[in-house]
T-cell receptor
Framework: NAGVTQTPKFRILKIGQSMTLQCTQD?????MYWYRQDPGMGLKLIYY???????DKGEVPNGYNVSRSTTEDFPLRLELAAPSQTSVYFC??????????FGPGTRLTVT | AQKITQTQPGMFVQEKEAVTLDCTYD???????LFWYKQPSSGEMIFLIY????DQQNATEGRYSLNFQKARKSANLVISASQLGDSAMYFC????????????WGAGTKLIIKP
C-alpha cells in the first residue's frame, strides 16, 4: 500500500518554463488536495477535488491548473513558472471528513 | 482575521518533560474539526490527532492528547514524556463543515527537545 505518491521529489525550473507535478493515491479517496508550503510557513491550499471530474480553487490558485480524470490521479500544472512559485508542494488525499494523508512533497525552485 | 493561531514560533523542552503546544481558533460554525500534524526535518506531514467539536471527551492517541476548551476556542496539543524524536514542526489545522472540507492551517510551532 503506497498511500500518496508524488513525482518528482526535486525540480529546478527556469522562469517561464512549465511543468506538471504528479500525484497518485491508491486508497480510493475521493477528496484530493494540492498545497504549497513556503519556508517557515504553514500550508496554503492551491486546488482541491471532491471526486473525478470535479475540481475547485483554493486560497492561492493563480499560476496553477489541475485536472482529475481518475480517482487516483490529481496532477498539478504550473504554467509560465515564476520565482514566487519556489516552494514545497504537497499533495494529500482523504476519506471524507477525516485526516488527510500526505505525499512526501516536491521541492521546486524557479530561477 | 486569523482563523488558526499558534502563538509559539519555537519551543525548547528538556527530554522526558511534558510539553503543551498552543492553538486557538476562530469559527462561527458549530460543527468543525481540529487536527494536529507533525512535520519532522525530513519534510513529510504526519497526522497526530483529531478532535471534533461535538466530541464529549478530549482526544488521546498514545503520548498525544488534545486539551480541547471549546468556550475558549483552544485546542492545545500535549505531548507527554517527550523524546528526542519529537523534535519537529507542529501544525494545528481546522476544518469547518460548511467549508467543503478545506483545512485551514496555523503557521506552526518548531519544537526542539534537548537531551
Amino acid at each position: 500500500n503506497a498511500g500518496v505518491t508524488q513525482t518528482p521529489k526535486f525540480r529546478i525550473l527556469k522562469i517561464g518554463q512549465s511543468m506538471t507535478l504528479q500525484c497518485t493515491q491508491d486508497m480510493n479517496h475521493n477528496y484530493m488536495y494540492w498545497y504549497r508550503q513556503d519556508p517557515g510557513m504553514g500550508l496554503k491550499l492551491i486546488y482541491y477535488s471532491v471526486g473525478a471530474g470535479i475540481t475547485d480553487k483554493g486560497e492561492v490558485p493563480n499560476g496553477y491548473n489541475v485536472s482529475r480524470s481518475t480517482t487516483e490521479d490529481f496532477p498539478l500544472r504550473l504554467e509560465l513558472a515564476a520565482p514566487s512559485q519556489t516552494s514545497v508542494y504537497f499533495c494529500a488525499s482523504e476519506s471524507r471528513g477525516r485526516e488527510q494523508y500526505f505525499g512526501p512533497g516536491t521541492r521546486l525552485t524557479v530561477t | 482575521a486569523q482563523k488558526i493561531t499558534q502563538t509559539q514560533p519555537g519551543m525548547f523542552v528538556q527530554e522526558k518533560e511534558a510539553v503543551t503546544l498552543d492553538c486557538t481558533y476562530d469559527t462561527s460554525d458549530p460543527s468543525y474539526g481540529l487536527f494536529w500534524y507533525k512535520q519532522p526535518s525530513s519534510g513529510e506531514m504526519i497526522f497526530l490527532i483529531y478532535q471534533g467539536s461535538y466530541d464529549q471527551q478530549n482526544a488521546t492517541e498514545g503520548r498525544y492528547s488534545l486539551n480541547f476548551q471549546k468556550a475558549r476556542k483552544s485546542a492545545n496539543l500535549v505531548i507527554s514524556a517527550s523524546q528526542l524524536g519529537d523534535s519537529a514542526m507542529y501544525f494545528c489545522a481546522m476544518r469547518e463543515t460548511d467549508s467543503n472540507y478545506q483545512l485551514i492551517w496555523g503557521a506552526g510551532t518548531k519544537l526542539i527537545i534537548k537531551p
